[in-house]
């Protein structure tokens, strides 16, 4: 959390590497067969195996709770690492809302596109009508689309307060859509995986790849609610995070915590801490 790089011992070394070596196997396996199937016909089923793989080569063991739709859906969920992208579209296909940044990094970008991720310019408050009308255009083609309201990923015990310009695309929603919440839980290791305070991506990367063993990972996907209940971007966010936060609650079995680091990419301060007791 605090930006240092965190020691990996020799036997974690050899974990990273032999999950180097297995996710080049995925992608040597997976891109080619999605570039063959595209040929012949359109939604291409790969990405989705290779990202379900790919996250269980990385130890993480999806378990659905609930059912997610399939398609004409606008999933809203919490956001604690980079490895929810893994197991969410590893296990509905769904596409993603990303930052346009993620685009340009080596491999990642070009596999996320794979994934028909959705690239946004977060900072670019001017752009918001184009970057809505990517949305429209990807929920016209009948997808899957997640976006993480929180803007940033936290430590599995914290909500931040959601973020709604991407709701805009539901004013008015299109017809048949619905909104169905989603709460991601890493049970025990959350604070762990969690990608938080200076911690760079390479770090969090690193200790993700040289972890000893599997995790669970339990998606909950809610019960979907039609947004033409809840009218404005708005009241559709605050109606999530009330389900979101319910389900939090209950799986941790006690109030939520205030997140503990100033994000101010999405001008979010973190609460003072209290002054050290005697």
């Known amino acids: 959390m605090q930006g240092e790089a965190t020691p990996i011992g020799l036997a974690g070394w050899m974990r990273l590497i032999v999950r180097v070596i297995l996710l080049l196997v995925l992608i040597l396996i997976f891109v080619p067969a999605h570039y ?26 999806a378990r659905n709770v609930g059912t997610p739709l399939k398609r004409d859906v606008f999933f809203l969920a919490n956001h604690i690492s ?8 590893g296990a509905s296909g769904t596409a993603f809302v990303a930052k346009a940044e993620l685009a340009k990094a080596p491999l990642v970008g070009w596999l996320a596109g794979l994934n028909r991720t959705v690239f946004v310019k977060r900072e670019n408050r001017m752009g918001v009508a184009e970057q809505v009308n990517l949305l429209k255009d990807a929920l016209a083609d009948n997808w899957s689309v997640t976006i993480f309201p929180e803007g940033t990923t936290t430590d599995g015990h914290s909500l931040l307060p959601f973020k709604t310009s991407m709701l ?7 017809p048949g859509i619905l909104v169905q919440p989603v709460v991601i839980d890493y049970a025990a290791v959350a604070e ?10 390479v770090h969090n990367a690193k200790r993700v790849f040289a972890r000893k063993g599997s995790f669970p990972v339990f998606i909950h996907y809610l019960e979907p609610f039609n947004p033409e209940d809840f009218p404005g971007r708005k009241a559709i966010g605050a109606e999530a995070r009330h389900r979101m936060e319910a389900v939090l609650l209950d799986n941790l079995g006690k109030p939520l915590r205030d ?14 801490k209290p002054p050290p007791t005697a």
Request: hydrophobic share 45%; no cysteine; net charge positive.
């Open 82 to 89: 980079w490895l929810d992208i893994l197991v969410l579209a």
């Open 36 to 61: 063959v199937y595209r040929i012949f016909a359109y939604g291409s089923p790969f990405p989705k195996y290779f990202l379900r793989y790919t996250g269980r080569v990385l130890g993480a063991r």
């Open 259 to 272: 997140f503990e680091h100033t994000v101010a990419a999405i001008r979010y301060a973190a609460p003072p």
């Open 192 to 201: 762990w995986i969690g990608w938080v305070g200076e911690e760079s991506g």
């Open 168 to 174: 805009k695309v539901l004013e008015p929603p299109p």
